[in-house]
């Protein structure tokens, strides 16, 4: 027999319930992303190194620093709100909107670096996809993602004033669109990197014997163009923009899909799978192309002497020193 506490409606009581699960969910996504930060660290010990690779694990060691420092802070949010501060007038749901004091400061303020960096990675593979067709393909994600560092900058500076959390009117009213324009950009760049590996898969179909399929995989797609966090983001924004408690569910684990879809991209790189500058131009210029078909090649000369080799799972076996 359960017996509910007294005074709460079931709406406090799920709402409470929704936070302590988002904990869990965080602390699943959190495993995640040390899971992959191991993994990069092992490819990266395993290969010749240039100055590029000290440059990833110097990117990829800040998002684990911060993904941690927003782990811990929000497990202790969760103590302060079911154990130290439980009797806070209100109950558990009270508190928890009072933003968790310097705690709850110093998790939100990680996370939203973290999203610069990882809006950052993605600008640049975006750039990297696009600036052969043209240098103004970059103008409109390049200025939304200005935009939302400095609107998330003054989001830090409202949310450092006392008395002002991420619920308050102030702060909602930039959080919005700050999370508007990440999203929106994270959008735009899924759409068109997952848009460029259709046709460039389609360019191989023509070119080679069999479908091209396995060159470019869907998964390949889905970390090429950090799927994971777009969805991970749209949940979140429309839940915060209505106030559902699914917030609660979604918030803890966006921090760290912030960090994952990064590390997904980086270990394709580290491990020769992901599509760099060089395999990428010579492949739009069209230039001796070799594929690889269950371990039979099948080579088709258009122009020039460069050559993109792929294996048989369907990824770029390129450069291994190129982002």
Known sequence: MSV????????????????IDGLFLGAIAYGIHLTLFIWCFRCFLQRKK???????????????????IGSGTNIKIGELTFVDERNF????????????????????VVYIINSWFQDGLLLYRF???????GWYWVIVPSTMFVATVALSLILI??????????WSTIS?????????????????????IASRLLYMR???????????????????????????????GLIFLVSYAVNSPVQNLALPVLGQTQSISPLLIILHVLEGRAWSSSSLARFQT????????????????QAGSSAVDMNKEGEIDSEKHSV
């Open 127 to 133: 750039w990297m996809f696009f600036s052969p067709s």
């Open 286 to 301: 069209g230039t001796d192309v070799m594929f690889n078909h269950h371990s039979s090649s099948v080579t088709q000369t």
């Open 50 to 68: 240039q100055a590029v690779d000290y440059l990833l694990m110097v990117y990829i060691s800040l998002l684990f620093l911060m993904g941690n």
């Open 172 to 192: 909602i009213d930039l959080a919005i669109p700050y999370w508007s324009i990440s999203i929106a950009l994270n959008v735009i760049i899924t759409t068109c």
């Open 202 to 232: 389609y360019q191989i179909r023509r070119a080679t014997v069999g479908s091209g399929s396995e060159y470019i995989s869907i998964t390949s797609m889905m970390i090429e163009s950090a799927v994971l966090y777009t969805v991970n």
């Open 157 to 166: 500076v409202m949310l450092c004033i006392p008395g002002i959390t991420l």
């Open 89 to 108: 007038p209100g109950g558990p749901t009270a508190f928890f909107a009072t933003g968790g004091g310097p705690v709850g400061l110093t998790c939100n």
């Open 4 to 19: 509910a506490p007294l005074g709460q409606s079931s709406l406090e009581l799920y709402n409470e319930r929704t936070i």
